[in-house]
């Protein structure tokens, strides 16, 4: 009984380090084997295989020092196993024998226009012109995210099967347009520019603050996102919305180390040790925000949401907030970018700046309207509202409802303790 609970341990164990090394190397994994195999949907069946055969072999054997590189091998070796069936096996053999010729030590003639991160070649390649911009969303983040689909339904407000249809029709018109593992030209960085920056945003918000698990954050995720963001502004420094985005993902995850405590726990924006932010990331990001103004063409969506990124940045206190500022600017952005959850963000600084009654009329003009009926965050918005004036029950009973539809499970703790002290202090 002993020896099977401890083989249970194990097993577990080793399912926990597989889904983290999944987590962290999945992208890095598919773009390798999408340069290797030149097709984006093959390359992520050989990654999954390899995956399966991970979860098998490790119990036994152990995790390898370098797991990422074991499930590229693995997954290159299933490759050769089904070309070996192909009549265009040697063809494609002398191109992985050409690539291993090459070696690291190979530097080619230096182009401007060259991409040489895998990863972003790889969210270039899914935000590809032949798919729709919701295709592009939600195949780049199941590939280069590693979100499920119910992540990828709760951060696009849509039902799981829908996001799934989405991600096989779109690798589907990938093979059958025969997309190549290659750089766009610089003519063709424009129309996917909007569906590389919608995924990256997307991608950091899911670091920011994970939609589903046991931890309230994705840190890995969120860092990969600015690593691309920089990347990118390298790539096309004349485009401000990128220079806009990266402003914004450096002014919030110089945040990252203070919205967790050593147990994990959420720590809320008003409680934070403001001590502890990355001042570095801070002044990159001023940086970036200041050369979207320097290009001349104003501030965008992203720029602006990185300028009420700089308002709590710059500020001591949560009471020293320039909170009138931040409720202009999100005006701002509505206009430009409307989305109900704009208007839930500003009905969150307009409390802050005037007060929870006229907070409260635009949080119930968001529920009349429905489209956030299934997002936590607007019967939690609503229940410190309530909470504020003093309707204890009513905000019990919104801070519970919020938990139940929290995907986070740190996140349904921090609603269900804020409806328990609501309880105690009735």
């Known amino acids: 009984m002993n020896v099977a609970a401890t083989r249970d341990d194990r097993t577990e164990s080793v399912r926990r380090s597989v889904a983290a090394v999944w987590r962290m ?34 119990p036994q054997t152990g995790i390898p020092k370098n797991p990422g590189a074991w499930l590229t091998t693995v997954a290159k070796r299933r490759a050769v196993d089904r070309w070996r069936r192909d009549e265009r096996y040697a063809e494609r053999l002398a191109g992985i024998a050409r690539e291993m010729a090459l070696g690291d030590d190979t530097e080619p003639p230096w182009d ?65 347009a025969g997309v190549q593992f290659e750089v766009p030209e610089r003519l063709e960085f424009g129309p996917r520019l909007a569906g590389v920056l919608g995924v990256l945003y997307l991608m950091f918000n899911e670091g920011y603050a994970a939609g589903r698990g046991d931890s309230w954050m994705r840190p890995e995720l969120g860092v990969e996102a600015v690593r691309l963001c920089r990347v990118l502004a390298g790539l096309v420094p004349d485009a401000s919305e990128v220079h806009g985005l990266l402003a914004l993902m450096e002014l919030t995850s110089a945040r990252f180390p203070a919205r967790t405590d050593v147990n994990g726990d959420p720590i809320l924006l008003a409680d934070q040790d403001r001590r502890r932010w990355d001042r570095s990331s801070i002044t990159r990001g001023r940086i970036a925000l200041r050369r979207v103004d320097a290009l001349g063409r104003g501030r965008g969506a992203y720029a602006l949401q990185a300028t009420i990124a700089e308002c709590h940045a710059v500020a001591h206190t949560v009471d020293d907030t320039d909170w009138e500022r931040i409720v202009v600017v999100y005006e701002a952005l509505g206009r430009i970018a409307p989305s109900p959850v704009v208007e839930l963000n500003r009905a969150a600084a307009v409390a802050m700046a005037v007060g929870p009654h006229a907070a409260l009329r635009l949080v119930d003009a968001l529920v009349a309207d429905g489209r956030l009926a299934r997002y936590h965050l607007l019967p939690a918005t609503r229940g410190e509202l309530l909470a504020r004036l003093g309707r204890r029950d009513e905000a019990r009973a919104e801070f519970e409802a919020a938990a139940r539809l929290a995907g986070n499970e740190r996140e349904r703790d921090l609603l269900l303790r804020k409806a328990t002290a609501i309880t105690l202090r009735t």
């Not at 890095?28 to 098998?56: C, M, N, P, S, Y």
């Not at 390649?125 to 119910?150: D, F, K, Y």
């Open 112 to 176: 401007p226009d060259r991409i040489d991160d895998d990863v972003l070649r790889l969210v270039f390649i899914a935000c590809h012109p032949v798919l729709a911009r919701e295709a592009q969303v939600a195949l780049t983040l199941r590939v280069v995210g590693g979100l499920s689909s119910e992540d990828i339904a709760r951060a696009c407000l849509v039902s799981t099967a829908t996001v799934q249809q989405r991600i096989v029709r779109a690798k589907k018109t990938l093979s059958a």
């Open 25 to 58: 190397e999945s992208a890095k994994i598919i773009a390798t084997l999408t340069r290797t195999v030149g097709d984006f949907g093959f390359a992520e069946d050989l990654a999954q295989e390899a995956l399966v055969d991970a979860l098998a072999q490790w």
